[in-house]
């Protein structure tokens, strides 16, 4: 068994589960545990492929990765380089999602490929959800959100699992006899068939991407958030055991914190009062931010003596992840320990500039979905 498959997704208080609920409190940890890099390694790196750090990157949202640095260097050098990342269409679109998004928006625009799947069959044979539902809300969520936010369609290969090639459905036979069922539950824990079918079309998702007619790209990069590593484990895993039928690299993958919902746990479409959706309606979403929990004291007087906790605040999360520059940031961040702003008046502040991004996406999202419907190889069945 492969070292990194060897860990498991499990060590006393860190479990990994893609399909759970998952809250990471140590992530210092966690590259401890599962034997991720920190990210702080390849940003060197960085330059050297004509690259400058992103945002999410210099504020330490992405955190880890695996092999990322074999990307950077086959890019230094000019060769292709791409990304796969999916989309379980199983609710709505949420800022949790567009973190990966801005992901893609940043690596495209350096020159990346970008491969995204929206996981259709995952979402039937796992979620339940019904099939003309899950391809509905991945081409009217999902793939229009994404060309809504900026990614360009015309360099974008958006795919459903379940229209995908011959070639893309013969790695999943061949992947599945070259994993144990001991060792699948060593990864996921409890498993089933309808998991074992997801996890080893997730591993064709990543690889498939390799062969030939799909690009044949070598180097691929998935940037995840730290609940999905599970998948990348396999999948590295798998991709040394085919040696003895196709040549495929291991892929590398990114890593960024999980934001959390406005409750401080899980941000899920499933959690609806606690997650601000990109389509909610700008009462509802401002309701929303101004009941968000908040690294504020009892009282607006202790608040002045002691300063707040900007690292315990939902709303700093949003100012952090999507609203905010570095300057903003800053300022916010230094008037919060201070005492100087109150959670009120920060609230107000993160409003203001949710209420214009709404406003902008919402106009931009109606004509995105035509084109997603247009651009996009819908499943028949």
């Known amino acids: 068994m492969a070292k990194e498959q060897a860990r498991g997704s499990r060590n006393q208080d860190i479990t990994l589960d893609p399909w759970g609920t998952v809250e990471v409190k140590d992530y210092d940890r966690l590259l401890k545990v599962f ?4 990210f702080s390694d390849v940003m060197p790196l960085l330059k050297k492929a004509g690259m400058e750090p992103s945002l999410h990157m210099k504020r330490g949202i992405i955190f880890g990765h695996r092999d990322f640095d074999k990307v950077l260097e086959a890019k230094a050098k000019g060769e292709p380089v791409a990304v796969l990342t999916g989309f379980m269409p199983s609710g709505k679109f949420h800022f949790g999602h567009k973190m ?9 625009r350096h020159g990346f490929k970008i491969f995204v799947v929206i996981a259709d069959a995952e979402a039937s044979i796992v979620r339940k959800i019904p099939r003309k539902e899950a391809i509905r809300i991945g081409v009217e969520e999902y793939i229009a959100s994404m060309i809504a936010l900026g990614l360009d369609p015309k360099k974008t290969d958006f795919y459903f699992q379940t229209s995908r090639g011959t070639s893309y459905y013969r790695l999943i036979q061949l992947f599945a006899g070259k994993i144990t069922t001991a060792e699948m539950e060593a990864i996921y824990g409890d498993i089933s068939p309808a998991k074992v079918i997801a996890a080893l079309t997730q591993a ?26 599970p998948h990348l484990r396999l999948t590295r895993d798998i991709a040394d055991r085919v040696s003895d039928i196709i040549n495929l690299t291991r892929p590398a993958s990114t890593y960024h914190r999980l934001q959390r ?13 606690y997650t601000i959706f990109l389509t909610d309606e700008p009462r509802i979403a401002r309701m929303k931010l101004m009941k968000a929990l ?8 202790e608040q002045r003596r002691l300063g707040g906790i900007p690292e315990a605040c939902t ?3 949003m ?11 800053s300022r916010i961040y230094n008037s919060c320990r201070s005492g100087s702003l109150l959670c009120g008046e920060c609230k107000l502040l993160a409003w203001s ?29």
């Not at 064709?204 to 799909?214: F, G, K, T």
């Not at 919902?261 to 009062?273: A, F, I, N």
């Not at 100012?319 to 940031?329: A, F, G, I, N, S």
Request: charged share 35%; net charge negative.
């Open 35 to 38: 034997g991720i890099k920190p």
């Open 100 to 108: 990966t998004v801005d992901q893609l928006i940043y690596l495209q």
């Open 204 to 229: 064709a998702d990543i690889l498939h991407v390799q062969l030939e007619e799909y690009g044949g790209y070598k180097w691929v990069v998935v940037p995840v958030g730290a609940d999905q590593d």
């Open 261 to 273: 919902g406005l409750d401080g746990g899980k941000m899920s479409s499933s959690r609806p009062e």
């Open 294 to 301: 908040t690294g504020g004291r009892a009282t607006a007087e």
């Open 315 to 317: 709303v700093y999360d």
């Open 319 to 329: 100012d952090k992840y999507h609203l905010m520059q570095d300057d903003e940031l």
């Open 353 to 381: 500039k949710l209420e214009k991004f709404l406003d902008d996406y919402k106009r931009r999202l109606e004509k995105a979905r035509d084109i997603a419907w247009s651009i996009v190889d819908v499943p028949k069945f």
